[in-house]
């Protein structure tokens, strides 16, 4: 199950996350995506192999690496509902990208472990270099060879296939060199995600629509095929002769140490960085998701001798206990506690209408740049005159476009303009082309958030699909 719900997830997460952003608040992101998963796992496996004897420390170990990574996406959800800081945001997004690699390396070597499996390399930290190197390099040269041929294609449906591809072609290609799939599938959403303004309209447009999907049909399998699965567990559990009040009442006791570690980790760490009500909010949005239950499912079922995986059914029964409880308890009183301690930034919402005024102007600039030189060389045979007046109309629509109080008037005077020539409907085109390669100047030059340039890209993009749109029925 892993390889069919982790790349696509994983993916959309890198695409909308800002890569800028990531490396700012790289430090407080490695403290919880690595350090935090390590001292999960390795508390919860020693307390498991205390409190379960039918845990050996191996197996034990391997449920403390099925439990250790959080999944932000329901505080992330939460978190922009209530106007959370953007840095804590940040965090919370850039730990969900990396615990998940942290994480399943260390089930990997808890698992051969377990089962006999040989590893190539020895040394768990030299393992841990290898994945990430791998991982990372394997990322990037299959996003790079898909940008190559996405650039030269220019058919978006193709475009837009290539895409979906792409996680499960690094995720697999980096597991078959024992590398991380993780870390393969995020640096090829990182790549992609940074080249935004290289894409056709139509595939920005298609993707936009696609990811939200898949994310919302891959969750939502995972939570059913576990809630299906769940019947099964327990007759695992009563197969091997324990009880199940028992294997719920092992639940309960790691679901409490798992909640336990992570404000003890996060205030032990984080206290400078971070005020005491921001570290409470981020310590209590730990919620267990999609990667746990998936690992949970992904734990084999015998060993390389042909014998059963030793407490199979304990800790997929302990990890569907951890994350429905983490999601119940944690998830329905996050949005409380965001409230009481009063942790939304309030510049927030200015900051943003910063940045927002800073790409309308950029967007303006470009525009009135691009449509003077059209005046001093125009089309063979066209007037000055008409020439001019076509750029007048060309001006007025995209100073409707940047005002947002005055969106009829952006249709109306596009209605009017695109069935005047050709020529307009050329100018418009390149105005919006320079548009979009001011707003990336912009980004890569640090002025400009990613997120915002892609929410300001979208709007560019909607209007020139509109534009060509009434083009095209202006002339039936």
């Known amino acids: 199950m892993l390889g069919v719900v982790l790349p696509p997830l994983l993916f959309s997460a890198a695409l909308d996350f800002s890569f800028s952003t990531f490396r700012r608040n790289l430090a407080p992101i490695l403290r919880l995506g690595i350090g935090m998963v390590v001292v999960t796992t390795f508390a919860v496996g020693w307390f498991a192999n205390w409190l379960v004897p039918e845990l050996t420390l191996g197996a034990a170990l391997v449920l403390g690496a099925v439990v250790a990574p959080p999944d932000a ?7 922009r509902k209530l106007g959370l800081p953007r840095r804590m945001m940040a965090i919370l997004k850039g730990e969900s990208l990396v615990n998940d690699a942290a994480a399943l390396t260390l089930f990997a070597l808890a698992t051969a472990a377990v089962t006999g499996r040989k590893i190539a390399i020895g040394s768990p930290v030299l393992y841990f270099l290898y994945e990430v ?8 040269a299959l996003s790079f060879a898909v940008r190559f041929v996405r650039a030269r294609i220019a058919d978006p449906p193709m475009e837009t296939v290539l895409g979906l591809l792409l996680p499960f072609a690094a995720y697999f290609a980096a597991e078959e060199v024992h590398s991380s799939g993780v870390l393969a599938v995020v640096t090829a959403g990182f790549v992609l995600g940074r080249d935004v303004g290289d894409e056709s309209v139509s595939t920005r447009l298609q993707e936009s629509a696609v990811w939200p999907t898949i994310d919302l049909v891959m969750e939502t399998f995972v939570f059913a095929y576990m809630g299906l699965q769940l019947r099964f567990v327990i007759e695992d559990v009563r197969d091997e002769g324990l009880p199940v009040h028992h294997i719920f009442a092992y639940g309960l006791a790691i679901l409490a140490l798992v909640i336990l570690i992570r404000p003890v980790w996060i205030f032990a760490t984080q206290a400078r960085s971070e005020g ?8 209590w949005a730990g919620m267990r998701g999609v990667v746990t239950l998936a690992a949970a499912s992904g734990v084999p079922l015998t ?3 042909g014998d059963p995986f030793p407490g199979r059914g304990v800790i997929v029964a302990v990890a569907f206990t951890v994350a429905v409880g983490t999601l119940l308890i944690q998830g329905l009183t996050l949005p409380l506690l965001i409230r009481r301690l009063d942790v939304a930034d309030p510049d927030e919402d200015q900051r943003q209408g910063e940045q927002m005024m800073l790409a309308r102007r950029i967007s303006h600039d470009a525009a009135a740049q691009f449509l003077e030189e059209a005046l001093r060389d125009p089309p063979a045979g066209m007037p000055t005159a008409e020439l001019s007046a076509l750029v007048q109309r060309v001006q007025r629509v995209s100073e409707a476009r940047a005002n947002v109080d005055r969106a009829e008037e952006v249709s109306e005077y596009e209605a009017k303009a695109l069935r005047a020539s050709a ?18 100047a912009a980004r890569n030059a640090g002025e ?9 890209l979208d709007g560019l993009d909607i209007e020139e699909v509109a534009a060509e749109s009434r083009v095209r029925r202006s002339r039936w």
């Open 303 to 305: 060993t390389l001798a």
């Open 73 to 79: 996406v329901a505080a992330v959800a939460v978190g």
């Open 423 to 440: 020529v307009f409907n050329r100018l418009r085109r390149g105005v919006l082309q320079d548009q979009r390669a001011a707003l990336i």
């Open 133 to 140: 190197v791998g991982g990372v390099l394997v990322g990037l």
């Open 448 to 456: 400009l958030d990613d997120e915002v340039l892609r929410y300001v």
């Open 276 to 283: 005491w009500r921001q570290n409470l909010v981020i310590s």
